[in-house]
């Protein structure tokens, strides 16, 4: 018989402990133990969903178990003291433990809801948890954490680039904060995402990208691309990816090279296109052509290759433009690719130099040229470059078809380095420079080029008339070189016969005068195989006895005596 207990209009009965029960502390415990498991392996991908949550959820799951735990030890003890509860079927002891198994499965569920199927992303509730998580493992630097927090980071792609804050926008808050300490902070998401950028700029972090997450890379850059906010602080992100890219012959760049080495993603070039198929991208970026201006001296073949291929692809976009600018990132990458010929010189004096590493590099290098003429050809004719630009002019008269005029010169100055063996000089500066250039660029933007390469060319040498100086005195050791001491006759090499008159005409009334006043000057103008006979005042071209040839041969160009000063 259940004997009651009533309290003004309250009455309480006594807790029946054979009544069935279905969630109690053991069925607690036991649940318990399930979740505690499968947080302890959840791998690093799960830890950093579970704490960057929008919601506290490691607190929350915390001081919930703890609350259900608690109160299904008193829900037990309770029934096994048979302590009053009150009487009524509004709240049943049934309706008591199952609230209590609720609350358990709500909280396994909302951890498994983040943890595996919806993974949280940065935004206004998480901003300050998604930074400091963020931080922590990059601070920390282990490889394999790192790899699993970037492919992570590939889901907030697009809210880290909607709320970052513009380049402009920064300076000005910076310059309003030295001017007045009540400046007004930015929102907190927005200052957050500032943050991250230049956090995942971390090199170890971008190595980890390039390595096992370029898909993480792709999604900031489309973001980037599709929204048209270039103006973000991702400059040091995109300069760190490049570089880590190019050191890492595994990486995007060398697979997304051309469809018959990489099937379809060499033709998609997904990654590729996305940095470097935005001209306006790279230009307001201005690093992704700058990635290592130090570490480039060690580039091997490979990658040059590779870095010539990323500027080719900003040089398609950029010639679609209706109106040209002084293209600076391509000017930056101009004298990356020049730089790549700059170990020519170790060649001079060694046999067998088409395999090494300085004749290879001088190969991408003029491939480089002759696709970059072709992408210019198919603009067709440039009526609006002048042909001549006058010094006094100078800078913004120039345009790319003088850049690359400029990128020839400087290759040809490089390879002038290179006068012995005669066959080895005569190979580099002829057959890999010359030879291509002049009779490979035929197209309409090519012809400008060779015009403004002449100019260059003949421009350097007359430039001893008034100073005499060594770049000039193997510009025309090169030239006397691969056009020779005598005019051709017929259509052979008929484009180059005008240059090629000049030159020697300037050489004929200057060389004795030049060897006289300067002579080491004027030996820098002779490579091997042109020697000066001073007595009789002649330059004297010897082919040696080889192969066909049983006796030595000569060419000789008269020289005129040096004026009295």
């Not at 690093?44 to 959820?57: E, G, M, N, S």
């Not at 992100?237 to 060499?266: K, P, Q």
């Not at 692809?313 to 004298?335: E, F, G, M, Q, S």
């Amino acid at each position: 018989m259940v004997i009651e207990k009533c309290y003004a209009a309250v009455c309480f009965i006594p807790l029946d402990p054979n009544e069935s029960k279905f969630f109690g502390f053991s069925e607690f415990l036991a649940g318990l133990a399930l979740m505690v498991l499968a947080w302890t392996i959840g791998d690093v991908r799960y830890r950093f969903r579970v704490q960057t949550a929008p919601i506290p959820l490691q607190r929350f799951t915390f001081y919930v178990v703890a609350i259900v735990g608690v109160l299904t030890l008193l829900t037990d003890l309770w029934r096994a003291q048979g302590w009053l509860v009150p009487q009524g079927d509004l709240f049943t002891p049934p309706l008591w433990q199952a609230f209590l198994a609720v609350g358990f499965l709500i909280t396994f569920l909302t951890w498994a809801w983040f943890a595996f199927i919806r993974p949280p992303i940065f935004g206004k509730r998480n901003a300050k948890r998604y930074a400091q998580t963020l931080y922590r493992h990059i601070l920390k630097g282990d490889l394999t954490e790192l790899s699993v927090v970037a492919d992570e980071l590939m889901h907030s792609a697009k809210a880290l680039v909607h709320y970052a804050s513009d380049r402009k926008a920064l300076r000005n808050h910076r310059r309003k904060s030295d001017e007045s300490e009540s400046t007004p902070d930015f929102p907190k998401v927005e200052a957050y995402a500032n943050d991250i950028l230049l956090l995942i700029a971390d090199k170890r972090l971008c190595r980890v990208i390039v390595e096992s997450s370029s898909g993480t890379a792709l999604a900031i850059f489309e973001e980037m691309g599709e929204t048209k906010k270039y103006d973000i602080q991702v400059e040091i992100f995109a300069r760190n990816i490049v570089r880590e890219a190019l050191l890492n012959t595994n990486s995007f760049l060398y697979h997304e090279a051309m469809g018959y080495d990489s099937g379809l993603i060499g033709y998609h070039k997904p990654l590729t296109q996305a940095m470097f198929g935005n001209y306006t991208m790279v230009d307001t970026i201005r690093t992704l052509l700058d990635p290592d201006t130090v570490g480039k001296r060690k580039w091997t073949v490979e990658q040059w290759e590779a870095y010539c291929r990323l500027v080719l692809i900003t040089l398609r976009d950029y010639v679609k433009k209706p109106y040209w600018n002084h293209p600076t990132p391509l000017l930056r990458a101009k004298d990356y690719i020049e730089s790549a010929a700059s170990g020519l010189y170790k060649l001079n004096a060694v046999a067998n130099t088409w395999e090494t590493d300085a004749a290879q590099c001088l190969r991408v290098v003029i491939d480089f040229i002759k696709h970059a003429v072709e992408i210019l050809d198919k603009k067709g004719k440039p009526n609006h470059v002048r042909l001549r630009v006058r010094t006094e002019h100078g800078h913004p008269r120039e345009s790319l078809y003088d850049d690359i005029a400029s990128m020839i010169f400087e290759v040809i100055f490089h390879a002038s380095s290179v006068i012995s063996p005669q066959w080895e000089c005569w190979s580099i500066q002829h057959n890999t420079i010359w030879g291509p250039i002049t009779r490979g660029l035929n197209g309409p933007g090519g012809q400008v080029i060779k015009f403004k390469l002449r100019r260059l060319l003949y421009d350097e040498i007359t430039e001893m008339t008034r100073f005499a100086n060594f770049k000039g005195a193997k510009i025309l050791g090169f030239c006397l070189n691969v056009m020779g001491l005598k005019v051709h006759e017929g259509d052979f090499d008929k484009e180059n016969r005008p240059l090629h008159k000049a030159i020697l005409g300037w050489t004929r009334m200057h060389y004795v005068w030049l060897h006289i006043n300067t002579p080491r000057v004027a030996e820098a103008c002779l490579v091997d195989g042109i020697t000066y006979d001073a007595e009789n005042l002649q330059l004297v071209k010897t082919y040696a006895a080889d192969g066909l040839r049983r006796e030595p041969s000569y060419v000789r160009m008269e020289l005129e005596p040096a004026k009295p000063a």
